[in-house]
């Protein structure tokens, strides 16, 4: 079946949610304890039940991560990076921005505080402000634009999960440990 990424990834999440309650009953069924000469409330628990549902949560996540690992390495954006490539280089966007975020905000001269206070001294930038906050604006636009380009392939692009329908609908969106 075909999905979104954007859905593929809300399935993941929800999968991962019921995996987590589901290890969780694991967690809090899987003993009982009773006192000497007492009858055991034993908890409604069973094993195979409970790990055959986490295998095949497991089964799904695998094959959803897959076809968006797929995807990602292979879509092409309009910018010409694939989705892979984008996400990379939104990374080093966001570091470029701190490091520019700091260079186009410091005054161009700063007087230091020193021993000697008749002479003080000054520290100065070695570069151009105005260079440093047009080169911020263009890393800040290159960003937005590769979001935007992420954004709208993630909610009108379909990609092949290897999932049936009865198996998507087969998710549980409401877990309750």
């Known amino acids: 079946m075909e999905l979104t990424s954007a859905r593929i990834n809300k399935l993941i999440k929800a999968i991962d949610a019921e995996k987590q309650a589901l290890l969780l009953v694991d967690e809090r069924d899987s003993t009982y304890t009773f006192c000497n000469g007492e009858v055991p409330v034993r908890p409604n628990y069973d094993f195979n039940a409970v790990s055959d549902r986490i295998s095949i949560l497991n089964e799904r996540v695998m094959l959803l991560r897959h076809a968006l690992n797929s995807f990602n390495v292979s879509h092409v954006l309009p910018c010409g990076y694939t989705i892979d490539k984008a996400i990379i280089r939104m990374s080093q966007l966001e570091c470029e921005k701190k490091r520019l975020i700091k260079r186009a905000s410091v005054p161009a001269t700063e007087r230091v505080r020193g021993y000697n206070a008749i002479n003080p001294d000054y520290t100065a930038v070695n570069y151009e402000l105005k260079d440093a906050k047009k080169r911020l604006n263009d890393v800040c636009k290159e960003i937005a634009s ?13 990609i092949e999960t290897g999932l049936t329908q009865q198996e998507i609908e087969d998710i549980n969106y409401t877990v309750n440990a």
């Open 146 to 158: 590769l979001q935007l380009e992420l954004d709208s392939e993630n909610c009108t692009v379909p």
